[in-house]
């Protein structure tokens, strides 16, 4: 159990199943995901709440850090909504299936979020990158599989870890950060992201699959198998420095992964905004978007 709105209860792998209770029936929104809300926790202030039988979560906003509120579910949204109004001027990260519940729609003001929006891809299409929509990307993972054909390049999937692999992935995950000029905050916080996950890998449902070049990591993709329709991806770096088009080999072998596991599509979360992984989501051809809107009351 949770606690009861306006009380909050702290978040914490031991209510992993209550979350995911409030979540499974809905399309995998990456906010309202126990993985991704207990990765990015870094500070402990994320909590959860129930109102009218819907999930609440207050957590710092990723970019700001400012306190935002949220909420999942169909039970008595428009009531739900005003009761969480009174508490915070905007609500933000609602999913388009609480939109659509709201009955009393013109005395609030909603916005897309597109900064927020999910990218949905087909599993099916990303594993096979057939076609003239993946002709780029098909060509670089070729380019990449053949270029190292001559040497040591070895995929591994991973559903358990050691501590050797979790101390390679965080050494790869610095260098990534070096390479790329990450902002020294910004790396101390997604690094404790990923430990997050790694501390708590044996209960979550997640594989990681790492690509080895002469028995050096050179890439990693942490991912969780949702149900037989839907997987996601929380984490996917890679050195590409020394190898040109690792990327688009690294998702293509994760694809065959994931559908081998039987899912039809595959999550990557939002792009806040970004410009660069902005494009490089569209580049991937997405299938659809999972939409969300701030709502706040109309002045």
């Excluded at 792998?13 to 209770?21: C, D, G, P, R």
């Excluded at 101390?188 to 501390?199: P, T």
């Excluded at 905004?273 to 109309?298: E, F, Q």
């Amino acid at each position: 159990m949770i606690a009861k709105y306006p009380k909050f209860s702290k978040l914490s792998i031991e209510i992993k199943a209550v979350i995911t209770k409030y979540s499974k029936n809905f399309e995998p929104y990456s906010d309202f995901n126990f993985t991704s809300l207990l990765a990015w926790d870094t500070d402990g202030k994320t909590e959860v709440s129930d109102l009218n039988g819907n999930l609440i979560i207050k957590l710092p906003d990723y970019t700001t850090g400012k306190t935002i509120y949220s909420i999942l579910g169909n039970n008595n949204v428009s009531q739900s909504i005003d009761t969480l109004l009174e508490k915070t001027a905007e609500i933000n990260l609602v999913p388009e299936v609480v939109i659509e519940q709201i009955t009393d729609a013109k005395k609030l003001r909603v916005r897309q979020d597109r900064d927020n929006f999910d990218y949905i891809y087909s599993v099916g299409r990303l594993a096979r990158m057939s076609g003239k929509d993946y002709k780029k990307k098909r060509n670089k993972a070729n380019t990449f599989f053949k270029a190292h054909s001559d040497i040591e390049l070895v995929v591994k999937n991973h559903k358990k870890l050691t501590p050797e692999s979790v101390k390679q992935i965080i050494e790869l995950d610095k260098s990534w950060s070096k390479q790329t000029n990450q902002p020294a905050k910004d790396a101390k916080f997604e690094r404790q992201a990923i430990k997050n996950i790694l501390d708590n890998f044996s209960k979550l449902n997640c594989f990681i699959t790492t690509i080895h070049v002469n028995d050096s990591l050179q890439a990693f993709s942490i991912n969780e198998i949702i149900d037989q329709k839907y997987a996601i991806c929380h984490f996917e770096k890679a050195l590409k420095i020394h190898h040109q088009h690792i990327y688009a080999f690294l998702v293509r072998e994760v694809a065959k992964v994931i559908h081998a596991y039987g899912c039809q599509f595959v999550n990557w979360e939002q792009d806040l905004g970004i410009a660069g992984i902005r494009k490089s989501k569209m580049s991937y051809n997405p299938t659809k978007m999972l939409k969300k809107y701030t709502v706040s009351k109309k002045v």
